[in-house]
């Protein structure tokens, strides 16, 4: 080809991306228009037409695991296995064991016994029928039932004096150095059961493992040292419960931030629980900053509220752990605070999961009379409602289907173990299954009260066969052994969406694959920049690549062209190729001349 004759092309070339960028400035403007005038988002569309569905929503409650009400089970780690888990109601999913270990005790206590003549008594092993076995079983018998456990192991429960602020004199837990031994006989048996583990409480310390009236274990050291223990026995992928804010914050430091979330540090991984959830205002001392006549955290001395102070602390914590636990009170009657004006508000802010369903019964029984309950056990843990999906009509195989989910989650709380999301593709023909994973969703990160938009460009594979598909959205457990069990998937309060037998939620009825298999651009779920949001810097660093997709094409274009003449520091994430700070006609002409690459 002469050099007149490429001079022509590349003109040519030239004029029609012209054309092209004066479409998308006049769209663009448009766009920003209908932005600010509606505040909302809208996303651009490289795959022609789209097809829309709306959702219906179901006032039904919904069995989702690791949330809800909870039965407790008390189960004695000497006597042999006789199964207590179980539902209370058909919708409970969440059992809370206490593991005693009363009988691990030195026998002799109460008898002249110091920490310097203690003896050890270990916990048998597994296959003994006793011990380490009998943890095993429970875990054993939860798996076998569909459930997830919160565990808790404790050294005081029955008998004693019961609750004292006269630790020389209290009912013996056990000194620190037996509790750390027995943590570390547990790990394992942990470790191999963590699919069936929601959370771990800390225990251990104190009348009912909740950290009070301890012989043995009330010096501060000696608690954050069964903590950091457990942190390094239980699976990284768990969090632990500790009673009490002001301990962990004084360990640990915090609240969590969002940029620290699951990010396996300590920190991340030292969750909350509240036993005497609504019995005053200060849920019997779970929002102070002193406990045993001294100060443990100094975190909310400059604020003029300290119970205000202490529950922002526990709402930032339990916006990415787990939290609940059990609506304590001694009383006959229930308190203001357990009103159901004020417990509902409470139990979104503090992002409840989880609550004891036997106690106490002067509280849920007012949550009843006062017409609340059935709010709080559709609410509690998190709730997602789809509200509309708009995707590809059609795709060809190697190609990527634009997806475009918009749900919302009415829950108190959002996930806090990960949990894979998974595109199925299903042959409406042959019953072929093909499963996608969308690496760069995070459920965790659906969080209570939220609109939450997925945008996707979802890479087909190329051998996926021509045909008619159904799609379906699947949320399963992580763990290899119960993935495949539909009582372990997360399940939208839809109608007619979920699959009893899969697990799975049918989003879609008729995707159509047709065409020759093309060579796919490596893409990973790449997501499909959101208008006025900056978009990820991540991608092919290919000039004039702006979502970093590998190409660049009309959706690169399209972003150059809204954010035209602004200045920016998101470099090509904003159509700002050269770097220079500002989107202008240079960067124009990178994207020109790397159009269609």
């Not at 939290?323 to 009103?339: L, Q, R, V």
Request: proline fraction near 6%; charge should be neutral.
């Amino acid at each position: 080809m002469t050099k007149l004759k490429k001079d022509k092309v590349k003109n040519s070339k030239f004029w029609v991306i012209v054309l092209f960028f004066s479409f998308y400035l006049v769209l663009a403007l448009v766009s920003r228009l209908v932005l600010k005038n509606q505040k909302q988002t809208s996303t651009s569309s490289a795959a022609g037409p789209l097809t829309t569905v709306t959702f219906q929503p179901s006032s039904d409650e919904i069995a989702n695991p690791e949330r809800g009400f909870m039965r407790q089970s008390n189960i004695q780690l000497d006597q042999p296995y006789t199964s207590k888990l179980g539902k209370v109601n058909p919708n409970d999913t969440v059992n809370w064991v206490y593991f005693h270990m009363e009988k691990y005790r030195d026998p002799r206590d109460g008898k002249g016994v110091t920490v310097s003549n203690y003896q050890f008594l270990p916990l048998e092993p597994v296959g003994s029928g006793k011990g380490l076995d009998i943890v095993k079983k429970t875990f054993d018998d939860a798996r076998a039932k569909g459930l997830k456990l919160v565990i808790r192991f404790l050294y005081l429960g029955y008998g004693g004096i019961g609750s004292t602020t006269d630790f020389a004199n209290a009912e013996p837990d056990a000194p620190l150095d037996v509790a750390l031994r027995h943590i570390d006989q547990l790990g394992p048996v942990i470790q191999q059961n963590k699919d069936v583990i929601a959370a771990v409480q800390a225990g251990f310390v104190g009348y009912w493992g909740e950290w009070h009236s301890s012989k043995y274990l009330s010096p501060v050291a000696n608690r954050k040292a069964i903590v950091d223990k457990l942190l390094t026995v239980v699976p990284p992928d768990r969090t632990i419960q500790v009673r009490y804010p002001k301990y962990v914050q004084s360990f640990y430091g915090g609240p969590i931030s969002d940029s620290q979330a699951f990010n396996q540090s300590n920190l991340s991984r030292v969750a909350l629980h509240d036993d005497a959830a609504f019995k005053d205002s200060t849920h019997d001392g779970t929002f102070t900053s002193n406990a045993m006549g001294m100060k443990i955290s100094s975190y909310c001395d400059g604020s003029a509220n300290q119970t205000l102070c202490w529950q922002d602390y526990y709402s930032q914590t339990s916006k990415y752990t787990p939290a609940g636990g059990e609506a304590g009170t001694h009383s006959s009657s229930a308190s203001p605070e357990a009103d159901c004006s004020q417990a509902v508000p409470m139990m979104g802010k503090l992002h409840f999961s989880f609550l004891h369903n036997g106690y106490s019964m002067v509280t849920l029984n007012h949550w009843v009379s006062q017409g609340c309950m059935p709010e709080i056990r559709q609410r509690l843990g998190y709730r997602f409602v789809l509200n509309k999906l708009s995707l590809s009509q059609q795709v060809a195989p190697g190609g990527n289907l634009e997806f475009h989910l918009e749900l919302e989650n009415k829950g108190f709380a959002s996930p806090y173990n990960q949990r894979p999301a998974i595109l199925v593709l299903k042959n409406i023909s042959s019953g072929l299954q093909k499963e996608i994973s969308l690496t760069t969703v995070d459920v965790r990160r659906w969080f209570p009260g939220q609109i939450i938009k997925v945008d996707l460009n979802v890479p087909i594979p190329q051998d996926v066969p021509n045909g008619n598909y159904s799609v379906s959205l699947w949320l399963p457990d992580t763990s290899t052994s119960i993935r495949t069990r539909p009582e372990y998937a997360v399940r939208f309060a839809n109608m007619n969406v979920w699959q009893t037998t899969s697990g799975q939620n049918l989003i879609f009825n008729n995707l159509t694959v047709s065409g020759n298999p093309v060579t796919p651009i490596p893409v990973t779920n790449s997501p499909i920049p959101t208008i006025g949001s900056p978009t990820p810097t991540t991608g092919t660093n290919k000039p004039g690549d702006a979502n970093g997709d590998g190409r660049v094409d009309s959706l690169d274009l399209y972003i150059l062209v809204f954010h035209y003449l602004e200045t920016t520091t998101n470099g090509p994430a904003f159509g700002d190729f050269n770097r220079d700070g500002k989107v202008n006609v240079l960067d124009f002409e990178i994207l020109v001349n790397n159009y269609g690459s």
